[in-house]
Structures are given as C-alpha cells and as structure tokens.
C-alpha cells in the first residue's frame, strides 16, 4: 500500500491500473443502461486481432488494437442502421468473425507474442511510460461522462423522447462506441480480453444495489472502479496471483457486498 506513493516503476504500474479503473468505472453506468454488456464483451474479444495486425504492418499493439475497436463499432453502427438484425445477433457475427480472423493470422504470421498476456493480463505486460497516456485516457473519458451522463441516460432510458426532441440518438449512440473502444483498448492491457468487460460492467451493477440517484449511480460506480483496482494490485502483488482475475474477484466481492446492503435498506 505504502509503494502506491513512492516513484518506483511498480508505482506507476499501479496508477495506471486505477486511472484505467476510473475510466471504466466512469462510462459503467451508462453502459449498463443501455444493456450493451455484450457489446463491451464482442469489442475486447475482437481486438485480439489487432495483436497480428501489428506485427504484420509494424505497428504498437495499442495503435493496432484501437483501430479494430473503431472498425468493430463501426460495423455495428452500420449493420444496426441498414439491417432489421437485432443488436445481440450483429454482435455476435461481427465477434466470432474478427476472433476467427485472428487466429488464423497468428498462425499464418507465426505470431510468438505470449497470446497469455492478451487474454488475461499481465502486469509485467504494461509498459511503465503508459501512466502518462493513461491519465490523459482516463481525464478525458471522465469529462466525457460527467458532461454527457445526462443526456447518454436518457438516450437509455426514453430513446423516443430523445428523438421527439429532436436530437440524434444515433450520434450518441456513436460517442459511446468510440469510448467504450477507447477504454476496452486501454483496459486489456491490465484486465485481458476475456476480463475486462467485467471493468465496465461490475462497478454500476454493485452501484446499482445502494445507489437510488442516476448521480449517485455515477459517482458510487466510479468509487467501486477504483477501489477494486487499488485492492485487487496490491492482493494480485501480495500473492502473486494474475491481476486481471485477482481485481474481477475484488469487484464480484463489491457486488455481493453491495447487493447485501441493498437488499437490507429494502426490508
């Protein structure tokens, strides 16, 4: 605990897991919402094919992985648009296809990255310059949330009202793929893709259980972020356990607490 305030590089490891943790935490709530669970989850498993993209056109792994996000809900965008698929059906089709091509290309671009470090997490795996970056990532998507929240929670909850107002709920729709890619990009390299959706979605879903106020809703789950985050580093370095699992266990840990509390106020 006391190593989070020292200038050691595990220092800056460790804030960069809590301002991703912040990040998530912040765009949680309206993702939960919207019920768009699934989407997190079809975009972080579609990014791995960004993992042979980069090394076949000589790119970072972020720059590579980022631009799949931005494909993948591009694509989502525009099958939801100009087909009558429902959205869990596209999500579906568009995961299972870029999850195909990846592998495919790992085999044929002989990738020998450890594919380990991108399915669960590794902290050793992120770079000790990315505090930096991430503080940026995380200010920025914080901003976005708290300036957007109001109206990216009524797109979710009266999406007809929203239109008989006049404005484009398509366009929200739009700004929340491209943070959601922007945060699941920076997230898997500490969570992995097969934990990180659990980064967007446990934080509102525990908020949910205490929380009666869309603010409280917001600032609860970004509190559940972060502390999850903290506790899970310093559990997963105590033990040596992996720290993408180690930080989901901390949140379902939130979550239960969280639902007990909540089902106590209602008796």
Same mark, same amino acid.
């Given at each position: 605990l006391i190593a989070l305030f020292t200038t050691s590089p595990t220092a800056e490891i460790a804030w960069s897991v809590i301002f991703a943790a912040l990040a998530a935490g912040s765009i949680s709530p309206v993702l939960v919402?919207?019920?768009? !669970?699934? *989407?997190?989850?079809a #975009?972080?498993?579609?990014?791995?094919?960004?993992?042979?993209?980069?090394?076949l056109f000589s790119l970072s792994d972020v720059s590579a992985m980022l631009a799949v996000a931005f494909l993948v809900g591009a694509g989502i965008?525009?099958?939801?648009?100009?087909?009558?698929?429902?959205?869990?059906?596209?999500?579906?089709?568009?995961?299972?296809?870029a999850l195909a091509l990846a592998i495919i290309m790992v085999q044929r671009e002989h990738v020998t990255r450890d594919l380990d470090s991108y399915l669960f997490g590794d902290i050793a795996f992120l770079p000790k310059s990315?505090?930096?970056?991430i503080i940026i990532v995380a200010g920025c998507v914080f901003f976005f949330s708290l300036l957007s929240y109001n109206r990216l929670a009524m797109t979710a909850l009266a999406r007809d009202l929203v239109r008989a107002r006049g404005q484009? !709920?398509? *366009?929200?729709?739009? #700004?929340?793929m491209i943070v959601v890619a922007i945060v699941i990009t920076a997230g898997v390299r500490v969570m992995g893709v097969l934990m990180v959706t659990a980064l967007l979605v446990i934080p509102a879903a525990a908020a949910r259980n205490i929380c009666r106020s869309l603010a409280g809703l917001f600032w609860a789950s970004i509190m559940i972020a972060a502390l999850a985050a903290a506790a899970g580093f310093?559990?997963?370095?105590?033990?040596?356990?992996?720290?993408?699992?180690t930080i989901v266990v901390v949140l379902?840990?939130?979550?239960?607490?969280?639902?007990?509390?909540?089902?106590?106020?209602?008796?």
């Open positions: 919402m919207h019920r768009m !669970a699934f *989407l997190s989850e #975009m972080a498993h579609s990014i791995l094919l960004g993992v042979p993209l980069a090394v965008m525009l099958l939801r648009s100009n087909t009558r698929l429902s959205i869990d059906s596209i999500l579906g089709v568009l995961m299972a296809g990315w505090l930096v970056p484009r !709920a398509a *366009l929200f729709d739009a #700004m929340l310093i559990a997963c370095n105590a033990s040596e356990d992996p720290p993408g699992p379902v840990c939130f979550f239960l607490l969280c639902a007990g509390v909540g089902r106590l106020r209602a008796r």
